[in-house]
């Protein structure tokens, strides 16, 4: 039975358009290669989304008991967030406005529910005791 999962990271302070480029790279691989990819990108923002991708592992893992070795990454999307306007001085005594820009990550993994342990009943631990004894 497949379940899938969701994490979300809002207003992370990077472009969009810079932290797509990212997400491509693991979009549509397993949980344990896009973390191993995500740790040698030598991209700013690649440790945003390895965060976002990591925190939806362990919902997954303790949420909903979801073995971690069938994770896949089904979905992940980067939108704009909101925008922070700043200014910077200029000649003449001007002040020029600028934008940093946010993004927003959405990250939706699927993966196999782990089977449920059937354990002994307490008058079956108590037979094989006594046949120990």
Not at 1 to 21: D, E, L, W
Not at 44 to 61: H, L
């Amino acid at each position: 039975m497949n379940i899938q999962v969701k994490a979300i990271a809002k207003g992370v302070r990077h472009s969009p358009r810079k932290v797509s480029v990212v997400a491509t790279l693991v979009r549509n691989r397993t949980v344990p290669e896009a973390l191993t990819i995500l740790k040698h990108v030598p991209r700013r923002s690649a440790e945003s989304v390895y965060k976002v991708i990591a925190s939806a592992k362990a919902n997954a893992e303790h949420n909903e008991n979801v073995k971690p070795s069938t994770l896949k990454i089904v979905e992940i999307t980067v939108t704009a967030g909101p925008r922070i306007k700043r200014y910077r001085p200029a000649a003449r005594g001007q002040a020029l406005s600028f934008q940093r820009k946010t993004s927003h990550i959405k990250v939706t993994l699927e993966g196999e529910k782990r089977q449920k342990r059937t354990t002994k009943t307490t008058s079956e631990k108590k037979v094989v005791n006594k046949e120990n004894k």
